[in-house]
């Protein structure tokens, strides 16, 4: 519990210290007027108070990911914590944070309007398609796994069952996505965080008070999921991969500028962007640590799991037996609602993202409904796809997990790129560094995964290597030429 305990506190101190200096770095202007005032709507363009845009921000970019992905990530052992603190202080954080506040500088503009930006015309076109395709995955990803739960919960695990449940939630995408932001997604969202961020209080309580003896960051940082059974997935680059909405998501980036139009100040960045970063962070540590007493410390007999237990039942196991019923509810219902949320934020994101791209005015219902219905009908296909193939789930969440890295591999060179025109010095740095690691991630990922190239696991830190020297050279090579025009 010693590492656990020590994770805590160096993610606090990350946002103290370095969410600070990232602040520093980008240099908000308070007087400066936002695009909540200037372009102020009544649908998309709101002002709300900061506590609520926190609030919605945090669950937009919660979904499974910090919950399921930490527990899958835990399997490989200690190595899982590293990654969590470092990737979100240095990764995930200045990510989500710099992709909110250069939105918020750009008019509230969506990500490929950004890449466009910095990266280029043609960077601008791929990144279109490429965030539609995986806001479209996280739409059917996110309406599998609550309905799964839902099912459960009502104590009917039929397939009829799962389709009604599907049904429902798809029902509230719909209503969720048209809807000015402030009806539904103002007024309830910040209650479901409350829910959320209730489960990971509690549960850590719970881990306080059994203080188990859990595996040590100086046990050693060697892959753990091959000795209860694993595939024997080496670490780098699938860990990385696995865990990701807790350390680093490129998927963030398409939901930050949801709450730019939304922010009264810049000086709000900090809390809104870099500070929800890091509460997803904790959330993910927090179930770290407990999958980790789950799967290693005697926690799966304690309440009747096994380890090859899947993600939703860990969380239903572990809720129902720490929790008590009414606890365990509403811990649940945090569950359920993180995924259902950032569903329905992902498509009203591919909405807005494609609206900007065709200059449709998002006032009139239908031309919202000119865009949301095609985004509705391939989402409901992908989910036919889940249910029609036995391992269809596991296929789109591992394409969605790739696409997940590989778009914030895109925003953190977009980032670079602002840094290094705006003649930040040798700052550019702090982004630079976290787009050559994920880089190398996304590549090498794509490289020896079965859904890639399939090329031999042993070749993943050469590949890994020769990616981070190759960036690092190439970024290098244009700032030269930048400089010698």
Known sequence: MVSFFISVIALLLGYLIYGKFVEKVFGPDPERPTPAITKADGLDYIALPTWKVFMIQFLNIAGTGPIFGAIMGAKFGPAAYLWIVLGCIFGGAVHDYFSGMLSLRNGGAGLPELIGKYLGRHAKTVMLCFSVLLLV????????????????????GSSSAFMIWAGVIFVYYIIATMLPIDKIIGRIYPLFAVALIFMAIALMVCLVLRSPDIPELWDGLQNRSQTWGGKGQPIWPYMFVTIACGAISGFHATQSPLMARCLKNERLGRPVFYGSMITEGLVALIWAAVSSYFFFGGGAAEVGGTFADAAPTVVTKVSRNWLGIAGSILALCGVVAAPITSGDTALRSARLIIADFLHFDQRPVAKRLAISVPLFAVAALLLWFNIANEDGFNVIWRYFGWANQTLAVFTLWAVTVFLVRERKGGWYLITLLPA??????????????????????????????????LSISLFFLWKFKKASK
């Open 436 to 469: 050559c690691l994920m880089t190398a991630v996304s590549v090498t990922y794509i490289s020896i995964a079965q859904i890639g190239l399939n090329l031999p696991a042993g070749w993943n830190r050469w590949i890994g290597g020769v990616v981070i020297v």
């Open 137 to 156: 995955l996280v739409g059917a990803v996110f309406v599998y796994s609550p309905a799964v739960i839902l099912k459960d919960l009502a104590g009917n």
